[in-house]
């Protein structure tokens, strides 16, 4: 009744779907798979994370950054 992805469900496996998307959005802003990986386990593993660590969830290298030409000219 409910497509895959979609919240309700019950029989797409929606864990791998969302690696999958995650890993994708990923690779258009990191040039490597081990900063992706990184990036999206610190995200996926939120709930787990100190105060500390919250701090510093988002803190990536900027240099290691894709470069894209600009989309509206």
Same mark, same amino acid.
Request: hydrophobic share 40%.
């Given at each position: 009744m409910y497509p895959s992805g979609h919240a309700r469900n019950t029989s797409a496996d929606?864990?791998?779907i969302l690696?999958? %998307?995650?890993?994708m959005l990923g690779d258009? @802003?990191?040039?490597?798979r081990a900063a992706v990986d990184g990036?999206?386990?610190n995200l996926q593993?939120? %709930?787990n994370l100190?105060?500390?660590d919250? @701090?510093?969830v988002y803190d990536f290298d900027y240099s290691k950054m894709r470069e894209h030409d600009c989309i509206d000219g």
């Amino acid at each position: 009744m409910y497509p895959s992805g979609h919240a309700r469900n019950t029989s797409a496996d929606l864990k791998a779907i969302l690696d999958h %998307k995650n890993h994708m959005l990923g690779d258009i @802003v990191f040039a490597d798979r081990a900063a992706v990986d990184g990036f999206v386990g610190n995200l996926q593993n939120m %709930k787990n994370l100190s105060a500390e660590d919250m @701090v510093t969830v988002y803190d990536f290298d900027y240099s290691k950054m894709r470069e894209h030409d600009c989309i509206d000219g």
